[in-house]
């Protein structure tokens, strides 16, 4: 991968987190560092950062989404299935 190819990947990865809120920070990062910890010993060290940055990014907005409502219908079908 060349350097401005990773650098464009980390370019991007850290616009996909810029909009993190403070209240979603923490538990997107334990929960990033728990599921990449699984893959780091899979993918070369020198993405390691980019790889949790995106995770805790997709965490993150997965957060905002339940904390907004805009799951509120899914959740509320998938429940009345398990029921």
């Known amino acids: ?35 990449c910890s699984g893959i780091f010993n899979t993918i070369p060290v020198h993405l390691h950062d980019v790889v949790h940055e995106a995770v805790m990014a997709g965490y993150a907005a997965a957060l905002s989404d339940l904390v907004d409502g805009k799951l509120d219908d899914q959740v509320r079908e998938r429940s009345e299935i398990i029921a």
Request: hydrophobic share 35%; glycine share 8%.
């Open 1 to 35: 991968m060349s350097d401005d190819h990773k650098e464009g990947l980390r370019s991007l990865v850290s616009h996909l987190g810029a909009g993190i809120r403070d209240t979603h920070y923490r538990p997107a990062y334990d929960a990033a560092a728990n599921i």
